[in-house]
Structure formats: structure tokens, C-alpha cells
């Protein structure tokens, strides 16, 4: 049969693995926003509908050339949220962390296309790519980690505080 302070000593392990898979992710996350070193200027050639479980979205087909090779790549948002909201200006928004809003409410005084109106075929926006792998690219935004940091963190010191209150409180 196992002590208190024994099972105590591995939930305080098992809290330090998240912890430590915490900070792993952070790192994974910082690694993924530097390998994509060079940014060009892409023309925008299409737009299309993503579909993700039960939401659909619009994104823009982006065209670029780099060292005379052409390659697309698909627009990429942080987050898309869907919003209820009293009133509201525009049913879709994109905020400064190019995140997608849309409203969800029929007192939005302007509807708008948000591809077509924000983003029309052959403008040009930015497409970061990784200079030994140019097809590797994105344009927009990466998907943020943050909320895997933070669930793993505090998952992590509420079982290392449980663990630590085992060996040290309930002898």
C-alpha cells in the first residue's frame, strides 16, 4: 500500500510533466513563427469557403513567386470566432491580431462580403515562407498555441500543488 507523501511524490511528477510540456509547447510555438524567415508579396488570385466541423468561413487564395516558381497558399486567421452581440457595425471583422469575428446578429448595420470587400482578387498582401522551403508558407496569421500554454501550465500546478499538499499536509 502506498503513503500518502509517496503518491504524493508522483502526482507532484505527473504536475511537472504538464509543466514541462507547457513550456515545451511555448517553444514549439516560438520555432514555428521564426522557421518562416522571408515574406513576399503574394496577389491574390481566389477566394473559397472553409469548412471546419460546423463552421464555414471565408479565406483568400494567394498566389507568389519565388526564384520563378509560383506556389498558392490558402489565408490563415489566429482564430475565427463567432460572436453574439446586441449591435454591431459589421458582421464580419478582423481585428489587429488577424482574428476573424463574426457577429451574429441582425442589427449589424452593414453586411458585407468580407473576401470580396476586404481582400479582392489581385491585391496584394503578405506571405511568409521559409527561404530553403519556399511551398512552405503562410499568409495571415498562425494559429496561436497560447491556449494549450496555458491549460498545460495550470493543469500542471494544480497537480504539483495537490502533490506537494499530499507529502507535506496529509502525512
Not at 471546419?52 to 520563378?68: D, F, T
Not at 482574428?99 to 473576401?115: G, Q
Request: one cysteine or more; proline letters at 2%; a positive charge.
Amino acid at each position: 500500500m502506498m503513503t500518502n507523501a509517496q503518491a504524493g511524490f508522483w502526482i507532484t511528477i505527473i504536475g511537472t510533466i504538464f509543466i514541462i510540456a507547457s513550456i515545451v509547447v511555448t517553444i514549439y510555438d516560438k520555432i514555428r513563427y521564426h522557421k518562416y524567415d522571408e515574406i513576399i508579396q503574394g496577389t491574390i488570385v481566389g477566394h473559397k469557403i472553409k469548412h471546419l466541423r460546423e463552421i464555414s468561413y471565408p479565406i483568400a487564395i494567394v498566389e507568389y513567386n519565388v526564384n520563378g516558381q509560383t506556389y498558392q497558399v490558402k489565408q490563415n486567421y489566429s482564430m475565427v470566432m463567432y460572436n453574439t452581440a446586441k449591435h454591431s457595425k459589421y458582421n464580419w471583422v478582423i481585428d489587429d491580431k488577424y482574428c476573424l469575428h463574426h457577429y451574429l446578429s441582425r442589427k449589424c448595420e452593414y453586411h458585407i462580403d468580407l473576401i470580396h470587400d476586404n481582400f479582392p482578387v489581385g491585391s496584394k498582401i503578405d506571405v511568409c515562407y521559409c527561404s530553403n522551403k519556399p511551398q512552405k508558407a503562410y499568409c495571415g496569421a498562425l494559429a496561436s498555441m497560447f491556449l494549450f500554454q496555458i491549460i498545460f501550465l495550470l493543469t500542471g500546478l494544480f497537480i504539483m500543488i495537490f502533490g506537494i499538499l499530499l507529502i507535506t499536509v496529509l502525512k
